[in-house]
Every structure is written in structure tokens, then in C-alpha cells.
């Protein structure tokens, strides 16, 4: 629960009941997007692998939780073949693009930016998965509740790897990232998707 506390003091709001009531009614999509999204973790660790070969502390992070990712993956396609749920294309949602629009170019600041977007996009999905842990049926809900303390771990050492951890430039960027985050989560999307925004369908 402490790791769950973190996560909601951090975020600047919790999920709209709005997009719960949409995600309980579309359970396969909610597993697809699932699936992935945990390819995109994944996706997005081994990026910054390759980027930043020279920082040993990030590739140790980055390479444990893509494996983390790409189980949990494994796991929901898992799922999805159990309820026959078949694994479709679907369309990304707007937020996770919407955040990484405003991560700058220039290096130390890009790093900066990509380690406070990836915070924030664990943030968020830890969050989703406890705030649907009581409305899902058991095997679900056990899924999801075995998923919180690591998706919790990974956003802090998203947010202890940022450059500067204690410096004012890192918290105006913080704010000014939660912020935008902030109005992807409480705005209308037109289809649901599992970061879309509060009133999708």
C-alpha cells in the first residue's frame, strides 16, 4: 500500500470514474491495449539501452524492467488466449504522444524529459490497475493487484534516474509535465483505449 501511496500523491489526479465504467465494459480492449502498452515499456527501456550506453546505472534499470515488461506482456496475451480474446490492431491513444511532443531535443534535457515522461506513464498505469482492481472479476483482479508493486518500482527508478534529482529545473519540469498529463486524463477521447481520457467509449 505504501508504494500505491507514492503513486497517487504523485499523479495530479486519480482516473475519472468515467473511463472506469468504459473499461469494464470492454474488457477485451482494455487486454489488448494492455498488451500493448507493456510492449511499449518494454520498447521504450531498450531504447534508452541504446542511447545512453555510457550510464551504468540506466542500462542495469532499463534492462531489468524490459524484462519485467516483456513478462508481464507474455502474461496478458496469456489471458486474452484463456478468454479468446483474439489480439487485434487497435489505434494508440493520444497520451502517451501527446507527453513525449514536448520532451526537448538537446542532450542533458532530453534525457531529463524522457526519464520524468516515463514516471508519469508508469504512474498513470499503476494507478489504473488499482483503480480497477474492484471492479474486475477474480482472476482479473489478482492479475492486476500481482502488477502494483512492480509498476510502482518502475516509476521511481524512472524518477531517480532523472539528472539533478534535487535541483529546481527537475521539479519545473516535473509540473509542467503533470500538468499536460493532467488534461489528457480529464479530457473527452473519442475510443477507449487504456490511457485514453475520462469519457471514452
Not at 500500500?1 to 499523479?11: G, K, R, S, T, W
Amino acid at each position: 500500500m505504501n508504494d500505491i501511496q507514492a503513486v497517487l500523491e504523485f499523479l495530479p489526479c486519480r482516473t475519472p470514474q468515467a473511463w472506469i465504467d468504459a473499461a469494464i465494459q470492454d474488457i477485451p480492449t482494455l487486454l489488448v491495449d494492455h498488451a500493448n502498452c507493456e510492449k511499449k515499456a518494454a520498447s521504450t527501456a531498450l531504447g534508452l539501452m541504446y542511447r545512453y550506453t555510457d550510464n551504468f546505472e540506466l542500462l542495469n534499470k532499463m534492462s531489468r524492467l524490459a524484462r519485467e515488461e516483456l513478462r508481464h506482456f507474455e502474461q496478458v496475451i496469456a489471458i486474452m488466449k484463456k478468454r479468446g480474446i483474439e489480439y487485434r490492431h487497435l489505434t494508440p491513444s493520444r497520451y502517451a504522444g501527446e507527453l513525449h511532443k514536448h520532451i526537448r531535443k538537446k542532450e542533458p534535457d532530453r534525457l531529463v524529459d524522457t526519464l520524468i515522461v516515463g514516471a508519469i506513464i508508469e504512474a498513470r498505469s499503476c494507478e489504473r490497475f488499482y483503480s480497477l482492481i474492484p471492479h474486475l472479476d477474480e482472476d482479473l483482479a489478482k492479475f492486476y493487484e500481482s502488477l502494483l508493486k512492480s509498476e510502482a518500482r518502475h516509476f521511481e527508478d524512472y524518477l531517480k534516474m532523472v539528472p539533478g534529482s534535487a535541483s529546481e529545473h527537475k521539479f519545473i519540469r516535473l509540473e509542467f509535465f503533470l500538468k499536460h498529463e493532467y488534461e489528457l486524463v480529464m479530457t473527452t477521447d473519442i475510443e477507449f483505449r487504456f490511457h485514453s481520457g475520462a469519457c471514452s467509449s
